[in-house]
């Protein structure tokens, strides 16, 4: 169980460090941190879906409220 949330978060920490770069190159980080978080979190929940379990939309809206 602990290893396998260490592989989770450092998977996200990675994932994380990949999009800021992305972002950075395309001039999102400029003004626009509310479209890049949002962006980011859609990205990931994606991820989610694939790998471990389906998150229900409640539980998506919330993270995508959370981060406008």
Known sequence: NVFLLALVLGFIVELFALNVARFEESGFAQGQNGL?????????????????????????????????
Do not use: C, G, M, Q
């Open 36 to 68: 890049a978080n949002t962006y980011f979190v859609k990205t990931l929940f994606h991820l989610f879906k694939r790998s471990l379990k389906e998150p229900s939309d409640e539980e998506i809206n919330k993270a995508l409220t959370k981060y406008k």
